[in-house]
């Protein structure tokens, strides 16, 4: 079981690639080299391989990193499967992960909602996709600022606040603030129980 995520960037066209690709390219480069575990095409589209029990908490880093730059976002459809075939990079592979990334991807538009859970069972996709949709209450909502130190404590989590807000270069009680604006709490609740569904129901 792989999971696949497949997104695009929301505003690009009104912001140089010089403001998020290097971030991202960085980013993704910890996953593995490219073409085989990640892709950037046609300008600001990308698929990514990851762990199935990372890949939300992936995608809302991805998010958060993007979203880091103000006046962009992103979207992306997740998906959660076999790999039946490996190719010469992400983009020729393929397999029920792939196929339900691609297909997931496509929807959101439609559904209007900015990322979205495909695993093949209707229960989990119901589940979890519920829980998507309203942590994109605030996800979406980000701002620049919020998202960054989204970005940052996600990449840190064992930092200290003080840490933080060294790396930063703030206050440490500015720390506190920005993450109960980013309602931090809430995305450490979304990705736990993610994680415990993962685990359990997925193995059924």
């Known amino acids: ?25 960085s980013y993704f480069s910890r996953f593995g080299t490219s073409p ?9 589209e990308f698929q990514l391989k990851v762990n199935r029990n990372n890949a939300l908490k992936t995608a809302i880093q991805i998010k958060a990193l993007v979203k880091s730059t103000k006046g962009l976002d992103v979207r992306m459809g997740i998906g959660i499967g076999l790999e039946t075939f490996v190719g010469s990079g992400v983009g020729e592979s393929n397999g029920p992960a792939y ?17 979205s859970i495909s695993t093949g069972n209707a229960f989990q996709e119901e589940t979890l996709n519920l ?20 970005a940052l404590v ?16 703030i ?11 980013a309602r931090y709490d ?6 736990s129980f993610y994680n415990d569904f ?5 193995t059924n």
């Open 154 to 169: 996600l990449d840190h989590e064992n930092a200290s606040q003080k840490q933080v807000a060294e790396k930063l270069g």
């Open 131 to 150: 829980m998507l949709k309203l942590a994109l209450h605030f996800m979406d909502d980000w701002t620049a600022v919020s998202a960054e130190i989204i």
């Open 198 to 202: 993962i685990t359990k129901e997925m």
């Open 36 to 44: 085989l575990y990640w892709e950037i095409y046609r300008g600001d």
């Open 186 to 191: 809430l995305v450490q609740d979304l990705l």
């Open 171 to 181: 206050k440490q009680s500015a720390v506190s603030q920005r993450l109960k604006r």
């Open 99 to 115: 196929q339900r990334s691609g297909r997931n991807f496509e929807t959101l538009k439609d559904k209007k909602v900015n990322l």
């Open 1 to 25: 079981m792989i999971a696949i995520i497949t997104g695009d960037l929301i505003n690009s066209a009104q912001h140089s690639s010089e403001e998020w690709m290097a971030d991202l390219k």
